[in-house]
């Protein structure tokens, strides 16, 4: 359920993007936080442009990874699940992008940092969750059973 709110809050807020401001436009123009619209035909950071084909590829990879993770009992903690979720939401998100048109939509612009949007987010926060939750369960468990 997570993982579908995520694509559909993704996909709402870049179809929000692409009707109210034309490609390269900013609002405002300048500031700390801005709301743009940018396309970005590779991976992020601006890494691997026009590769589409190829992302798409490595994205159905990494969802048919997390999907085995989601219901694998060695992650049946909640919070992983969560993490896992959002994860599978983010690429469900910006995978839907690059098979429509070939680029993905970004439009959330902070200073010194690549524009970015909600898949992305859902992504960063999901793994940061996932990571957070893999090491508090490794610290919370008895010695000896961690083998």
């Known amino acids: 359920m997570l993982a579908a709110v995520a694509v559909a809050l993704d996909q709402l807020t870049k179809a929000m993007i692409v009707a109210w ?3 390269g436009d900013s609002v405002p123009e300048e500031g700390l936080i801005r709301i743009v619209h ?9 890494m691997l442009q026009g590769a589409g084909p190829l992302l798409a590829i490595t994205s159905i990879v990494g969802m048919a990874a997390i999907l085995v993770y989601l219901f694998a009992p060695g992650f049946a903690n909640p919070i992983m699940r969560i993490g896992l ?4 939401g983010g690429a469900i ?9 070939g680029e993905v939509v970004d439009f959330v612009k902070v200073p010194n940092f690549p524009a970015f949007n909600v898949a992305d987010s859902c992504i960063t926060v ?12 490794t610290k919370t468990e008895p010695d000896g059973e961690n083998s």
Do not use: P
């Open 21 to 23: 401001l034309d490609r």
């Open 85 to 88: 979720a959002l994860m599978l």
């Open 126 to 137: 999901g793994v940061i969750i996932l990571m957070w939750a893999l090491l508090w369960e």
């Open 38 to 46: 940018i396309t970005n035909s590779g991976a992020a950071f601006g």
């Open 93 to 101: 998100g910006n995978l839907i992008d690059r098979v429509r048109n």
